[in-house]
């Protein structure tokens, strides 16, 4: 087979995005039967198989199927940077991995996917909670949310500072007043011992005379769920925090003027172009502005 064009892969590409060959044909403006045989001579020059049939019906595409997607998605990405007519489909569809620390994704974005959704209604997103900072240089995410620059990836990943994340000491709701500013501070395990709100815990133990709590956590959302279970007090961001009535704010204490992170969106370079990841990168970025 000679090198592969885009009239050729956009097939591919439509499959990869709707998974089934009715929804494909929509999506191109075609009948079924047109995509079927499209994709039946594709495989015949190509002596491979590109999808495989699921028991629900669904098609998964096979790894050869997802490489052509990726290579197609390139042309339509080219293609809309010239001003390209009948590049393709350009709405917003198909699947994007996004990974952010659990407590981003189950207090910040998840309350504010339906909006996303609502206008989108052909979009997927996959959030992959981790605290782990998953690559999108290997292609294990297409985005990711992170509280510092990126120190790797160079020209490969795109990073944006979207906002500034507000941190402040919390304790029990119930916790009286005399109690609290005796209360424990819940720390962080070594692996975690660099992030800054461990750093933070840390420092108010050594300057302030205080005292580290019975249990260790390694990620804000383990904190958070300590804090509320009344076994200490740690710094937790204030979005997330401020709206959990089981926790209330502390003062800062002596000797830090200010406990912030900052929040950087990173894509892919060679997605940023692509409809789907425009679409997500406005509703992030419009979800922290109202912090």
Not at 20 to 39: E, I, K, M, Q, Y
Request: with cysteine.
């Amino acid at each position: 087979m000679q090198n592969p064009n885009w009239n050729d892969l956009r097939y591919v590409l439509a499959i990869g995005r709707k998974d089934r060959l009715s929804s494909a044909a929509r999506l191109l403006g075609v009948d079924d039967t047109t995509v079927s045989r499209r994709l039946v001579a594709l495989e015949a020059d190509l002596g491979a198989r590109l999808y495989q049939r699921l028991a629900d019906g669904r098609l998964e595409l096979t790894d050869l199927g997802r490489s052509l997607a990726r290579l197609a998605e390139g042309m339509e990405r080219d293609l809309a940077s010239l001003g390209g007519v009948g590049s393709g489909p350009s709405e917003v569809t198909g699947v994007v991995r996004l990974t952010t620390v659990p407590a981003v994704q189950n207090h910040i974005l998840l309350p504010a996917l339906p909006d996303l959704l609502k206008d989108h209604g052909d979009l997927r997103l996959e959030l992959i909670s981790d605290a782990r900072d998953l690559s999108l240089t290997r292609r294990e995410t297409d985005m990711a949310l992170r509280f510092a620059r990126p120190k790797a990836g160079g020209s490969r990943v795109k990073a944006r500072r979207i906002g500034i994340l507000a941190f402040a000491p919390y304790t029990a709701a119930a916790t009286a007043k005399k109690q609290a500013a005796a209360q424990a501070w819940i720390t962080y395990d070594e692996t975690m011992g660099h992030l800054p709100q461990a750093r933070w815990a840390e420092q108010a133990i050594k300057t302030g005379g205080g005292r580290a709590a019975a249990v260790k956590v390694n990620d804000v959302e383990a904190a958070h769920q300590a804090v509320a279970a009344g076994l200490g007090r740690s710094f937790l961001p204030c979005l997330i925090a401020d709206r959990d009535a089981k926790v209330r704010r502390l003062p800062l204490p002596n000797g830090l003027k200010e406990a912030r992170r900052e929040v950087w969106l990173l894509t892919q370079s060679e997605l940023v172009g692509l409809p789907r990841i425009k679409a997500v990168g406005i509703w992030i970025e419009g979800v922290f502005a109202k912090a």
